[in-house]
């Protein structure tokens, strides 16, 4: 079954004329996609064209299947596709607003070690309405509506999956979710993590975006990064800068940089020098995250007083550093924890 949130507004104005409604019905259309009701919810259409709609097209592709509240007030989601599959995504409170982490994959085929998201490989992309779905699903449990109503005023693609290895998909998320017409978040709200594919970051460039570009870089050296990222195989840290810097001028946005400090890895002063030595001259901020434990992996996060060592050395270099508050760590919501662990407790 196809999904009407895979449509932008104007394909889904095709699409009501072509079933020989008037145009303005899509507007209609689009408002109850947005708010997220199911067709046996939607009052303002005719049983005629829901009923011709609900034949060919799912209204909502995902529904919450289970939700897990940490200490902190952050909340990890489970949904449920329309196919049976499912994915995770987390909700964390700010003074500023509400930021949810989306995923784009079911699983992910990178194979970072440090990552629990790739223990099972990829089981298919998601499409650009599940991505959105995720949004507006969230957005609707928690009270919000359109627009200035909405509950949800960041993303984050930092869920399962690498966002760029479903480029298309991704890159059509980040318009619907902007639309005006819908949701409106502004894309200056909205963050994209990548391992590093450097064909899709300059490709992304030219789309003519206003998101924040995030790169798990996690090593200062590709000889240290080679052990932990496999993808660094293939592309080499000056690769991935020189990526970087084409983005940067296109966009004039800043990059931010995540560095996941191992302990006895890559937490090193010697470590942060070196990547200060890399970054110099570089519109960004590193954003240092004490690994977060994935039991499968027996890597071990450095601790928090080492981290705002490091985070001193980058910064006596001019290097713009946080360390990051560790959120929803009690029930594995935390960054590199996401994974599909649920679905083997239900099936042993």
Request: aromatic share 8%; net charge neutral; charged share 25%.
């Amino acid at each position: 079954m196809l999904n009407l949130l895979d449509y932008s507004f104007e394909e889904i104005e095709k699409l009501v004329q072509d079933l020989g409604e008037k145009k303005f019905r899509a507007s209609q259309v689009y408002s109850a996609l947005y708010s997220y009701k199911n067709a046996n919810e939607i009052s303002n259409l005719s049983k005629d064209l829901l009923s011709k709609l609900s034949e060919t097209y799912n209204f909502c592709p995902l529904q919450i299947y289970k939700k897990f509240e940490g200490k902190d007030g952050t909340i990890k989601f489970i949904y449920k596709l329309y196919d049976g599959n499912l994915i995770e995504g987390v909700l964390m409170s700010y003074k500023y607003g509400n930021t949810l982490c989306v995923s784009t994959q079911i699983g992910c085929r990178m194979g970072c070690k440090f990552c629990a998201s790739t223990l099972n490989g990829l089981v298919r992309n998601l499409t650009a309405g599940e991505i959105l779905a995720q949004v507006l699903c969230v957005n609707r449990e928690l009270g919000g509506g359109l627009k200035d109503k909405r509950k949800i005023t960041n993303i984050v693609l930092m869920g399962s999956g690498e966002p760029l290895d479903n480029y298309d998909n991704v890159v059509k998320f980040l318009n619907l979710v902007a639309d005006e017409k819908g949701i409106n978040i502004s894309q200056r709200n909205i963050s994209l993590s990548t391992c590093g594919l450097v064909p899709e970051i300059r490709k992304l460039a030219d789309e003519d975006l206003q998101i924040t570009l995030t790169i798990s870089l996690h090593a200062p050296n590709d000889e240290l990064r080679q052990k932990t990222m496999p993808i660094a195989n293939r592309y080499s840290i000056k690769e991935i800068l020189d990526a970087v810097k084409f983005y940067f001028n296109k966009t004039k946005r800043r990059i931010v940089f995540e560095y996941a400090l191992i302990d006895g890895v890559n937490d090193t002063f010697e470590c942060a020098d070196e990547l200060s030595h890399l970054l110099k001259g570089l519109s960004c901020h590193v954003n240092l995250i004490p690994l977060n434990e994935v039991k499968e992996r027996g890597l071990v996060g450095t601790n928090r007083k080492r981290a705002y060592a490091f985070m001193d050395r980058l910064e006596k270099h001019n290097i713009s550093a946080t360390v990051r508050r560790t959120m929803g760590e009690d029930i594995e919501g935390a960054c590199g924890q996401l994974r599909a662990k649920i679905i083997k407790e239900e099936n042993e």
